[in-house]
């Protein structure tokens, strides 16, 4: 990872005007899915020797959506499975599925942080996707949304371009180092900076972003919410049919509704406008 965290700020030092960028999770923070579950389907889809890999990772799939089974042992067999399922696959085919993935799982992005990253851009903020989702997907997935800057897993590759199974997933599990290291290198204040996830994972980023927003939070996330309120975490309920709804935990560990403005830098939240659900009368 360190040697594209390294391009990245030489590419963000070229590329930055001000002194904050704004820093989002993907998975779960952005659409309901996994972008890394979808890359490892297409895979074994598009080589079918390697089907009967994820055999048990798809009946896992199929019992946390029919509510029978727990998303962690989705993410347990998910592991297990993808050294082997990589192995051998070479770069340029992945790029390709995942340029496809791309193409069809965009359009399921939620509505509160896709209409907030159409004003970031418009206000020629800098975006910065961090996300333990392959850098390969990651990448053209962001790139519909708007990111400056995306830091995903490496899935590493041999001299002939083919995955050996290695991967380095530091971008998932260690954004406060990151941010650290991204603050240090380019002058980043991130107490100006807005900053979106989903998990306990993201806290990091909340811990040092001036306006930390946590989009369907998991229920880690929203103990840890309700029981750190001297700096408040708001929560973003986001869902096709309820629309938006946005909450600040009181100092009791319950959660009022609010407006955006109350989550969000005021020349940004203005530009919010009319999204179905959004409380309009605090």
């Known amino acids: 990872m360190d040697e594209k965290l390294f391009a990245t700020i030489r590419a963000l030092k070229a590329a930055l005007l001000q002194e904050s960028a704004d820093v989002s999770d993907i998975d779960g923070t952005v659409y309901k899915w996994q972008l890394l579950i979808m890359l490892v389907l297409g895979i074994t889809d598009a080589f079918p020797k390697k089907k009967s890999l994820v055999k048990p990772l798809k009946h896992a ?3 946390y959506r029919a509510r029978r089974g727990e998303f962690g042992e989705v993410i347990r067999l998910l592991l297990l499975v993808i050294p082997e399922v990589f192995i051998g696959v070479p770069r340029s ?3 390709n599925l995942a340029k496809v993935i791309a193409e ?5 992005v939620y509505t509160f942080p896709k209409k907030l990253y159409q004003i970031l851009k418009s206000q020629k ?3 910065i996707a961090i996300t333990g989702a392959p850098q390969e997907v990651a990448e053209p997935f962001c790139a519909k949304l ?9 899935y590493k590759v041999n001299s002939k371009g083919m995955y050996t199974g290695e991967y380095d997933i530091s971008s998932g599990i260690a954004k406060g180092l990151i941010m650290d290291t991204l603050a240090n290198e380019c002058g980043l204040k991130w107490d100006k900076s807005i900053g979106l996830g989903d998990s306990e994972a993201d806290i990091p980023i909340f811990d040092r972003v001036g306006w930390p927003i946590a989009v369907n939070p998991n229920t880690s996330l929203i103990a840890h919410i309700r029981s750190h309120t001297e700096k408040p ?3 973003v309920r986001d869902g096709q049919k309820s629309g938006v709804q946005i909450f600040l935990p009181t100092e009791q560990g319950y959660f009022i509704e609010t407006r955006s403005i109350h ?3 005021i020349g940004v939240a203005e530009k919010l406008g009319e999204i179905p659900g959004i409380c309009s009368s605090l």
Not at 104 to 108: F, K, L, M
Request: aromatic share 10%; hydrophobic share 50%.
């Open 93 to 95: 085919r992945v790029k």
């Open 125 to 127: 903020r800098i975006l």
């Open 104 to 108: 069809s799982e965009a359009p399921q």
């Open 146 to 154: 708007g990111f400056d800057f995306v830091i995903g897993a490496d």
């Open 263 to 265: 989550i969000l830098p």
């Open 233 to 235: 975490i708001a929560f």
């Open 61 to 63: 799939i199929d019992d």
